[in-house]
């Protein structure tokens, strides 16, 4: 308690010696307080109009700024913009009734010493700078308005946080003071939309520039990552000398900065430097366009803490043609009602003029104001008064509010609404309501947790309120900049950021109103794109933009431009032969409508009917010597068995159904198994006939028995076993194979179990081959029995169609193994066919004259030309043996 007592009374002292330093120090800037309006409560304004420039330090004195610091023309919309809703908020009674906002303005030139004087001036009353101490009933002040400059930002905070004074401003940072409101919107959606709208182009290659300060730093550091996920490569980033810090010998650097960014070979800039920074690279641009040392022509991404301002109306619009085609950030701002009146009336010899008017008009219309009788200079014509603001080109003063200054003027309605919720308040009306003195006992505490809590509708309709941390949720304008010949400047809205909107749809961009310097979209990649039908591929040590285009793999596709990789089509799909889309696979099975399944049908029928012709003509000459000679039994069934394997082929033909499939495979595995069972019993009595006639031989009564009816009986039992045991632990059943055949879907009848399927086919050659044995060992019996012959050459085509048909069948699939099946089946069935029963049919129906006793049917030995005459060697005993087996018989004639 005794230190607090202590400072208090040292404070005045320290006011007075600070008179007597003035006096004999230079100090390094002068202070002017240029704007004062009272008012029972005040609204300050540190805000941006004039931009000091200082010459290069001799470290020898003092660095002085110049008599007349350059002054921006474009930010004196800022103070207008502050006046105006001041204004408005005075002529509403309904919001502040009784009560009178002034405003007290500085306008800084972004150096930390001045800013710090500025914002001290705004605590102290009467003129004073006695910071903390109130002598005044009026002029209370309310809440400041803050600079739109970083550096500038934190310093005011650090001195009007201490005091609990609201603070209204701009921030390129995160963290802020806990009594600081932004007016500008969170900067992270900015850098989303950059991202977006690099995307959106499909830009990959790009360059940076940003101060050489922490502003620029955190920008960097908080984009690039947001690049890099996004792969976007930040080919260079530059830091350029702020402004602030710049002196007439940096001229050379900023010329290489130009040179460089020139010469690289990035179409697109983004560009975070305050407007008065990006200045002086204006000139260096200018002179090197000029000279010819550059020529290409760049796209500037400007971000919205830049604006272009220029000094005057004909100052520095060619080094500004440089940016023709520029896109630009801006915070979201609408067109407010009255204020294009407002500046409809403003003029020189108005008495409410505030300080900066008068110079202000001097230089955005390059007039100078003369007393009477007075000559301007040859350089410059007399002000009137009467020069119009329309006539103003936009980079050097907008008669529409612009982003910044929209954000002033809510942030000055903001204040006037959080007073108007805090006078209403229970505790502060009592306060408020009770005598003269009721304004000085309302604290900027107060307002501060009002002004966290306001929301409004502002005079252009938008919902105006701030977060608990103190931001205001607001977005951005994209706009797109042209300048032309004539010295004119056109400024187009092309799109937005709107952080209320739902994700996805926050970015919004027109293209088409957009112009371009190239006067067509222009390629800022490393590469050209990967088309649909090819990935990307990136090199060893190359940036993740700088990639090699490779086309996709067999079996896969990839439908988007610069696919990070290729994928598989669905199953019933195939990429077509680009690549880059997917087509419905053809359907693959053997069908009739198809010219190889209509000709194996055809063939089957014909075949068929061959067999059914054959049958008919064995069963009207059965009784002919040539039928009974050959076991008219078992012919009878080896034509039934042929004509059933003819017919089982139509199971394989058609799309695959699940009876097709459970019987397909069996009904051929056994109908071909009576046929071979029957060659073979037949084969076996001939060969029995012919042992029997040898005293004692036990074929005699095996063929008294008749094994040829065991044979036709037990084999195709066996056979059926197979089957049956086949389709009880594992049927065949139908199947969609999706991958054996690229691009198609085999409709097929998927075996169930391969072993059981090679059984039945391993069981039948064990039948053909015991047959061609058998045959091959008779064929040296006598001539008049000698069928043995045709037997051996069936078993010989039936053994090597099927012996082709494994492997075929195996290298094959689809439609084209069904159809080798079939032929199989076929093929070998009209060799049995052909063999055996063609030269009886040619006897029968050619060669009746031979169809007699006389001349057995055993003895075909003079081929299909003729038979000769036949020899009888044969013994008695040996005729009755085959009268008996039913292999000859004899008739008279």
């Known amino acids: 308690m005794i230190r607090l007592l202590l400072l208090a009374w040292l404070l005045p002292q320290v006011s007075c010696l600070r008179k007597r330093t003035q006096t004999r120090s230079m100090k390094p800037f002068r202070l002017h307080e240029n704007f004062h309006r009272e008012g029972d409560l005040i609204v300050g304004g540190n805000l941006p109009l004039f931009r000091a420039v200082v010459k290069d330090p001799s470290f020898k004195e003092y660095s002085r700024e110049q008599d007349h610091p350059e002054l921006v023309p474009k930010n004196y919309q800022y103070i207008l913009a502050l006046q105006f809703a001041i204004k408005e908020i005075n002529e ?146 530059r830091r350029v000398i702020p402004e602030t810090v710049a002196f007439l010998q940096h001229g050379k650097i900023w010329m290489k900065h130009i040179s460089d960014l020139f010469k690289s070979d990035v179409q697109v800039v983004i560009v975070f430097l305050d407007s008065n920074t990006l200045r002086n690279l204006l ?62 009336e403003l003029g020189p010899h108005q008495p409410q003029a505030d300080a900066f008017l008068c110079r202000w008009w001097r230089v955005v219309f390059d007039c100078e104001f003369l007393g009477s009788g007075l000559i301007p200079s040859r350089s410059k014509r007399k002000c009137t008064g009467e020069e119009k603001l329309e006539d103003l080109p936009a980079f050097v003063f907008s008669v529409t509010m612009t982003g910044h200054s929209y954000s002033i003027y809510n942030a000055v309605h903001s204040v006037a609404h959080a007073l108007h919720d805090t006078m209403r ?48 949720p607001a977005g951005f304008d994209i706009l797109n900049w042209a300048f032309f010949p004539n010295d004119s400047c056109a400024v187009v809205e092309v799109g937005g950021l709107d952080p209320q909107a739902p994700p996805g749809e926050d970015f919004s961009i027109n293209p088409d109103t957009i112009v371009w310097d190239s006067q067509k979209i222009p390629f800022a990649r490393c590469v050209k794109r990967c088309p649909p039908g090819q990935s990307r591929r990136v090199p060893e040590e190359k940036p993740v933009c700088c990639y090699e285009c490779i086309s996709c793999p067999e079996g896969t596709f990839s439908n988007q431009t610069d696919a990070t990789q290729c994928t598989s089509c669905p199953e019933d799909q195939c990429p077509n032969k680009d690549g880059d889309q997917c087509l419905l696979k053809t359907i693959n099975f053997l069908p009739y409508q198809e010219t190889g399944g209509l000709l194996l049908a055809s063939l089957a029928l014909f075949l068929s009917l061959i067999t059914l012709l054959m049958l008919a003509t064995f069963i ?5 010597p040539i039928i009974k000679a050959n076991n008219r039994s078992l012919t009878y069934v080896l034509l039934v068995s042929l004509l059933l394997c003819f017919l089982c082929s139509f199971l394989f033909i058609g799309r695959p159904r699940r009876v097709t499939c459970l019987l397909r495979q069996t009904t051929f595995g056994i109908v071909f198994s009576v046929a071979i069972s029957s060659i073979l019993a037949k084969t076996i009595t001939v060969v029995l006939a012919f042992m029997a006639a040898k005293p004692g031989n036990m074929a005699r009564k095996l063929l008294v028995r008749q094994p040829a009816n065991s044979i036709v009986l037990i084999c195709p039992l066996i056979q059926t076993a197979i089957c049956v045991v086949w389709l009880a632990t594992s049927p065949p059943f139908p199947n969609l194979d999706f991958h054996s055949i690229a691009g198609e879907i085999v409709v097929e009848c998927n075996e169930g179990s391969t072993t059981m399927f090679y059984n039945v086919l391993s069981f039948l050659g064990f039948l053909a081959l015991a047959s061609f044995t058998v045959a091959f060992l008779a064929r040296k019996l006598p001539d008049s029995f000698n069928e043995a012959k045709f037997i051996t050459f069936s078993m010989l085509v039936f053994c090597s169609v099927w012996v082709s048909f494994v492997p075929t069948y195996l290298s094959t699939k689809g439609k084209i193994m069904v159809a080798v099946e079939v032929f199989s089946i076929l093929a070998s069935g009209a060799g049995l066919l052909a063999c055996i029963f063609l030269p009886k049919c040619y006897i029968i129906l050619l060669k009746p004259n031979l169809n007699t006793t006389s001349y057995p049917l055993c003895n075909l030995k003079g081929g299909m030309s003729g038979f000769p005459s036949y020899q009888y060697k044969l013994s008695r005993q040996i005729l009755q043996l085959a009268m008996t087996a039913g292999l000859v018989t004899f008739q008279k004639v």
């Open 92 to 237: 509403d009674r309904t919001l502040l009734p009784n009560v009178t906002l002034g405003s007290r303005i500085y306008t800084e030139c972004n150096f930390a010493s001045k800013t710090t004087e500025a914002t001290l001036s705004l605590l102290s009353t009467r003129r004073q700078m006695v910071p903390n101490y109130k002598c005044d009933s009026r002029d209370q002040l309310l809440s400041v308005i803050g600079s739109l400059d970083a550096t500038t930002s934190r310093q005011m905070a650090s001195i009007l946080g201490s005091f609990k004074i609201p603070q209204v401003r701009r921030a390129t940072y995160e963290t802020v003071p806990s009594s600081f409101c932004r007016i500008d919107p969170n900067q992270v959606l900015q850098y989303r939309g950059l991202v977006q709208l690099l995307l959106y182009f499909h830009w990959n290659w790009i360059g940076l520039l940003a101060p050489e300060e922490s502003s620029g730093e955190n920008f960097i550091q908080t984009l690039t990552p947001l690049l890099t996920q996004n792969n976007i490569c930040v080919a260079f980033a």
């Open 283 to 344: 000139g260096p641009m200018y002179v090197m366009k000029k000279l010819n040392k550059i020529s290409a022509r760049k796209v500037w991404v400007l971000t919205a803490q830049w604006d272009f301002v220029t000094e005057g109306s004909q100052k520095q619009w060619k080094g500004l043609k440089s940016f023709h085609g520029a896109l630009s950030f801006q915070i979201h701002s609408k067109e407010v009602p009255g204020f294009a009146q407002f500046l409809s």
């Open 425 to 472: 308040s229970p505790g502060t009306n009592r306060a408020v309501m009770g005598g003269v003195n009721r304004l000085p006992k309302l604290q900027p505490w107060q307002i501060l947790a009002a002004l966290r809590k306001t929301r409004f509708n502002n005079s252009a309709g938008d919902e105006v309120s701030f977060s608990e941390h103190g931001r205001r």
């Open 620 to 624: 009207k000459q059965r009784d002919t």
